[in-house]
């Protein structure tokens, strides 16, 4: 029998959904919104209503460039958590309806656990266990991967996720919203050698990135002091220094962690795996240390449905299932 998987995720800001059949993907779209740029930020309250806008016509192409019908289907896969409530509220709501109108299981999905598993959509994928850095706008952790849904984290942030740091060093620029990718491409022209900025001393395998913002913001602020076109003559360098030194503290722990653990297969999840510098800092560890690494595509680094209906298809086959009266959950 055909397991065939309608995945909608509505955690934050983008509208997503995919269709996969016998853990393949036949589908994946996604619907941004741009309403946000103006605010520098996604806007809760702004980002539900897009929701509500999109995701109709989002499942429908999902289903069309799939070429499934709806009684085709054999469940409906929803993320439950972690998010924003209002949004999680849209894809949840929408997802219940529609397996409880089709008469099939629903299988709800954490967020986090789904970026993981990404990993399992194409070749190569990783044996258990495995060491996954999972970096995102909200979360920054390592965890070690025993099996599918086994998992324990050894190390997360303290404060600000990596993700966050990113795109509010490119506030500080000036750039606009999202500006991760933004400084990832100027970076590609800087030095990063040029600035250097407070180093994050925490002990363990924990993340902190408050200091590292806060240091970053009063240069800036200093150098304006002293010539107001600092930032338009620097713009490269600044976010190559950024940059690199916010991969420099992820990779440190991450090193640390597969030291103290020994696991020398080592992943990468999470929108800010599409960073090029991070990147290119885990390959070249791995080709340094032995180590066998795995990145997604980039398409499933940034939130996307496929890797929710990764993460279901691996319910389904467990029997895991939810019940109409789930509720998504913001943590």
Not at 61 to 90: C, D, H, R, W, Y
Not at 192 to 217: E, H
Not at 247 to 274: C, F, N, P, R
Request: net charge neutral; aromatic share 8%; hydrophobic share 40%.
């Amino acid at each position: 029998m055909n397991t065939i998987i309608l995945a909608i995720e509505s955690s934050c800001d983008d509208t997503a959904a995919a269709v996969m059949k016998n853990g393949k993907v036949l589908s994946n779209i996604v619907a941004g919104q741009l309403v946000h740029e103006k605010y520098g930020g996604v806007v809760p309250e702004l980002a539900s209503r897009e929701h509500q806008k999109n995701i109709v016509e989002t499942v429908d192409l999902a289903l069309k460039q799939s070429n499934i019908n709806l009684n085709e289907l054999t469940a409906i896969a929803f993320t439950q958590s972690p998010g924003l409530i209002g949004s999680l509220m849209v894809g949840a709501s929408f997802a219940k309806s529609l397996a409880q109108s089709l008469n099939i299981p629903l299988i709800a999905v954490e967020h986090m656990q789904a970026h993981v598993l990404a990993h399992f959509i194409n070749e190569p994928k990783p044996s258990f266990p495995f060491l996954c850095l999972t970096v995102s706008g909200g979360h920054t952790q390592l965890v070690v991967m025993r099996d599918y849904f086994k998992s324990e984290i050894t190390g997360k942030t303290l404060d600000d996720a990596a993700g966050e740091a990113f795109d509010k060093a490119a506030k500080i620029l000036g750039l606009r919203y999202p500006g991760g990718p933004l400084i990832d491409k100027y970076a590609e022209n800087g030095n990063s050698k040029m600035f250097q900025f407070a180093k994050p001393n925490i002990p363990n395998l924990d993340y902190s990135f408050s200091g590292l913002k806060t240091s970053y913001l009063y240069f800036v602020r200093d150098e304006l002091k002293k010539d107001s076109n600092f930032i338009q003559n620097n713009l490269h360098d600044l976010c190559a220094s950024i940059q690199q030194s916010i991969v420099d503290h992820l990779m440190k722990k991450l090193l640390l962690a597969s030291k103290q653990t020994g696991i020398k297969q080592i992943a990468l999840a999470g929108g800010v795996s599409a960073n090029s510098g991070l990147r290119n800092a885990v390959e070249q560890s791995g080709l340094d240390l032995g180590w066998k690494t795995f990145i997604p595509a980039i398409e499933y680094c940034t939130d996307n449905a496929a890797m929710i209906a990764m993460a279901a298809h691996f319910k389904y086959l467990a029997g895991d299932f939810a019940s109409l009266d789930c509720t998504p959950s913001a943590r």
